[in-house]
């Protein structure tokens, strides 16, 4: 459900059970799971969560995972999701102190503020690209200022007929929907598209493979999500592609995962997660 309609009461159940789970020591391994199927273009062997076409697929078993196990500690709680085109400001309530917490300060990016603080104890950063034990972010990217994706902008990427295609990567020349909300087809300098804009305008922990250290991960993630469900019910003659392996001569053959193939670490095909209604419902969407 969309954070911003949260009760108190419901904010404060997801926050505890995510630190009850990192208490438990059992929130890290999502972060090295997600660092380690980080795999970009330039790299050898499968692309899984990102620069592929199981970048909606891949995500949506990872966060339904976290949310199981999060279930198993309160089962009240589900992976609410921001949805950035209304909350698009450093002064929405999901950066309250009894929620995500604020921005990170001026000199080093340390969030200051809320649960996942580093002085309240609660949130160390055990496994991170750099050497910080505590959450950074650095909303809007001052030195470079941009902004969240707007609805119009959303809107653009929702109109596009075909789920993905060929070389099915990061190349900007794409007409895919994948490829146009992960958001490789703006460049990098211009804070890239949609989803990859998120990232950088969070900014910290959030830019790079241990993002899920943020857990505004997941309210970013889930409403990706959810842009994927309304994209299938407004293209429902489009399905996911590729639908079969690619042939031996392609050149991303071996690197990317058709509809029918497992997805690592589960075995879970895309075929299997392509209905969300198997798995939950959106109560505002
Ligand atoms: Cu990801
Ligand atoms: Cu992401």
Redesign the pocket.
Known sequence: MNQRYLTSEQRTRFVEAVLELKRRGGYDKYVTL?SK??AADGENGLRM??MAPT?FP??RQ?LLTFERELRTIDARVTIPYWDWTVDNSASSALWADDFMGGNGRGSDGQVMTGPFAYRNGYWPISFGVTEEKYLTRNMGRPDRPIGLPSQAELDDALAMPVYDTSPWNSAPSTKGFRNRIEGWTVSESKGGYLHNRVHQWVGGHMIGAA??NDPV?WLH?AFIDLIWVRWQRMHPRSAYLPDRPLATRDKEHGRVVSSQEPMPPWGVRPSEVMDHRAFYVYEVS
Do not use: K, T
Request: net charge neutral; charged share 0%.
């Open positions: 997600h199927y980080f969560a990102h970048f891949w995500h990872f993002s899920p991960f993630h």
